[in-house]
């Protein structure tokens, strides 16, 4: 991604540079947008829903089991389409929704109803793994300069800290009686 671009992305995630947005040619994403990054090897997915697609308002206060997709304004989504058009996703990418075998990121991009898929996999080249490490950075930027506050339903929540504090206070016992 060239740092230019990536500055005028931080700027309007931030919710500044209106005088940039014109002269990047930067228009606000009408259409419903979903834009989803999965990483493979780990099994993380995040993505983001421009306005147009869902009303923050409304998604926010339900309860939903994670916490993967952040609702962005319809400009930001406008900024990050035409990045990724810029870096060149919709020229290289797979039309529809399509597994990528061997796959280890994937980009899935629906706008207006039409979808793209862009994977990198460990038998691409360092051109296609450049592209999608740049659309990969376009999406992060969007995704990690907006907060959301979710309901996440997670009975085993509070769980998970009390083992974890369960098993340190045996693990110091243990050391105490080796002592």
């Keep these: 991604m060239k740092k ?3 500055s ?6 931030a919710g ?5 947005v014109s002269s990047y040619s ?13 990483d493979h090897r ?6 983001l829903l421009n306005e147009s697609h869902t009303s923050k308002d409304a998604f926010y206060s339900e309860s939903r089991r994670d916490a993967d997709y952040k609702v962005v304004s319809d400009l930001q989504m406008g900024a ?26 994937s980009i899935l991009v629906n706008r207006g109803g039409r979808t793209w898929t862009l994977a990198f996999s460990t038998l691409d080249g360092a051109d296609r793994q450049q592209l999608v490490q740049d ?11 907006n907060q959301s506050f979710q309901v996440v339903d997670n009975q085993k929540g509070a769980g998970f800290f009390l083992e974890e504090q369960n098993k340190l206070r045996e693990e110091a016992r243990n050391r105490g009686r080796k002592r």
């Design 4 to 6: 230019g671009y990536l």
């Design 8 to 13: 005028v992305f931080l700027l309007l995630a």
């Design 16 to 20: 500044c540079g209106s005088a940039l």
């Design 135 to 145: 659309c990969r950075n376009a999406v992060r930027a969007i995704y990690d300069a």
């Design 42 to 47: 780990t099994g993380a997915t995040l993505g």
């Design 26 to 38: 930067i228009q606000p994403e009408t259409s419903p947008s979903k834009v989803t990054l999965k």
């Design 80 to 105: 990050l389409m035409l990045q990724l058009e810029k870096n060149g996703l919709f020229r290289e990418a797979v039309d529809g929704a399509v597994r990528v075998p061997g796959a280890r990121t």
